[in-house]
T-cell receptor
Framework: DAGVIQSPRHEVTEMGQEVTLRCKPI?????LFWYRQTMMRGLELLIY??????IDDSGMPEDRFSAKMPNASFSTLKIQPSEPRDSAVYFC????WGAGGNTIYFGEGSWLTVV | DAKTTQPPSMDCAEGRAANLPCNHS???????VYWYRQIHSQGPQYIIH???NNETNEMASLIITEDRKSSTLILPHATLRDTAVYYC????????????FGKGTKLTVNP
């Protein structure tokens, strides 16, 4: 089965540029999460969606960050303008709420370096 | 804030059982214990979860104490590929319930 698919896997960009990270959740899943991982702060939840609707964006660091989920099979995390402190690994994850619970499955991450 | 306490690091010999402890003394009755691991440069990988009964799957076993204040993840025959950071997380089962990661335990399996 295809897992959570993220692109790009690696991105190097200059400060001030716009960055768009993409995610395809597991088919049929109704929850989608965006996490960020840095050495200093570990894994942090940025935002999550339920049925394409943003539910909690309290982890989004500032207005430069935005996330969308136009349909059940696609989500984006955009940073505009990017700054060096945004350098991190960004993980997308998805889950399905059902009788068996809602185990969350992660993608392989997008490694972002802002220079 | 993470509600669990784990040792920062552990070592294990290849082929032996790895027993990773986790304390969660403030766990609520409706909270499950989840274990994930993160191999270097990869996304977190789900291992196992449980409420109060011991659980076993193809990857590991989860032993939860009767008072549910602590648990142990057991990898029965550790291999070099099990070297990773292991996270113990308590979480309710609701769809909106988040995974809050702590610092985890860095397990090193030695040849």
């Amino acid at each position: 089965d295809a897992g959570v698919i993220q692109s790009p896997r690696h991105e190097v960009t200059e400060m001030g540029q716009e960055v768009t990270l993409r995610c395809k959740p597991i088919s049929g899943h109704d929850y989608l999460f965006w996490y960020r991982q840095t050495m200093m702060r570990g894994l942090e939840l940025l935002i999550y969606f339920n049925n394409n609707v943003p539910i909690d964006d309290s982890g989004m660091p500032e207005d430069r960050f935005s996330a969308k989920m136009p349909n059940a099979s696609f989500s984006t995390l955009k940073i505009q303008p990017s700054e060096p402190r945004d350098s991190a690994v960004y993980f997308c994850a998805s889950s399905l709420w059902g009788a068996g619970g809602n185990t969350i499955y992660f993608g392989e991450g997008s490694w972002l370096t802002v220079v | 804030d993470a509600k669990t306490t784990q040792p920062p690091s552990m070592d294990c010999a290849e082929g032996r059982a790895a027993n990773l402890p986790c304390n969660h003394s403030t766990i609520s009755g409706n909270e499950y214990v989840y274990w994930y691991r993160q191999i270097h440069s990869q996304g977190p990988q789900y291992i196992i979860h449980g409420l109060k009964n011991n659980e076993t799957n193809e990857m590991a076993s989860l032993i939860i104490t009767e008072d549910r204040k602590s648990s142990t993840l057991i990898l029965p025959h550790a291999t070099l590929r099990d070297t990773a950071v292991y996270y113990c997380i308590v979480r309710r089962q609701g769809g909106s319930e988040k995974l809050v990661f702590g610092k985890g335990t860095k397990l090193t399996v030695n040849p």
